[in-house]
Every structure is written in structure tokens, then in C-alpha cells.
Nanobody, 126 residues
Framework: QVQLVESGGGLVQAGDSLRLSCAASARTFSWYNMGWFRQAPGKEREFVAAINWSGGSTYYADSVKGRFTTSRDNAKNTAYLQMNSLKPEDTAVYYC???????????????????WGQGTQVTVSS
């Protein structure tokens, strides 16, 4: 069982930055691929970014490419989502998710992730 706890959300203005953290309870954190998803009111949960177990590969949704960066520190059992140049349309609850590594990694498919955090609210005002 892996517990994930997100932090770092808040209310910011357009153009500001935030860094989200996702702390994992797993002793073998480095054996998990990590994803970030978000859900805005009235919308489905969507893929934002993902990082593989080693941190050597990262993936981004087109809507955040060039503005968001995901990273991880396996020694600290923590994944991060650095969000720059925030826009009002980035307003959502942000979730981190984990899936045990395997031969294939469907990083954008939320149904492939096993463990989820409780989410953290990000609100961007115009």
C-alpha cells in the first residue's frame, strides 16, 4: 500500500508560479512511475505530467508543455510539479498518482494508476 500526500496548492495570480509536492509512504518509491492529473469543476480528470521511476523520462500534456516541469527525489520519496506562468485555465484540483513500474508505462491513462493522493487546490486569478 502506498499513501500519497500532495501539498503546495494555493491561490495565485496569472503569471505566478507554484510548486506542488507529492510525498509517498512507499519504502520503494523508486519502483513507481508517478503521474500528475488535474480536475476542474464540471470537467473530467485530465493528464498533466508524468515521470518515470528513475526521473530519466518526463511527459507533458500539450497545454502545460514549456510551463510545467515534473521531477522527483527518490531519496526523499517525493515527486514535484513546478508550475510557471500559470493561467486561469490551470485552476483545478491537482492529484499525484503512482503505478508500479512495468515493461509498459501508459503515463497519460489515469486508469493505469494504482494509488492516488487526496488532491490539492490550485486557483489562478486573472
Amino acid at each position: 500500500q502506498v499513501q500519497l500526500v500532495e501539498s503546495g496548492g494555493g491561490l495565485v495570480q496569472a503569471g505566478d508560479s507554484l510548486r506542488l509536492s507529492c510525498a509517498a509512504s512507499a519504502r520503494t518509491f523508486s519502483w513507481y512511475n508517478m503521474g500528475w492529473f488535474r480536475q476542474a469543476p464540471g470537467k473530467e480528470r485530465e493528464f498533466v505530467a508524468a515521470i518515470n521511476w528513475s526521473g530519466g523520462s518526463t511527459y507533458y500534456a500539450d497545454s502545460v508543455k514549456g510551463r510545467f516541469t515534473t521531477s522527483r527525489d527518490n531519496a526523499k520519496n517525493t515527486a514535484y510539479l513546478q508550475m510557471n506562468s500559470l493561467k486561469p485555465e490551470d485552476t483545478a484540483v491537482y492529484y499525484c498518482a503512482a503505478v508500479y513500474l512495468s515493461n509498459t508505462y501508459a503515463y497519460a491513462d489515469l486508469n493505469k494508476y494504482t494509488y492516488w493522493g487526496q488532491g490539492t487546490q490550485v486557483t489562478v486569478s486573472s
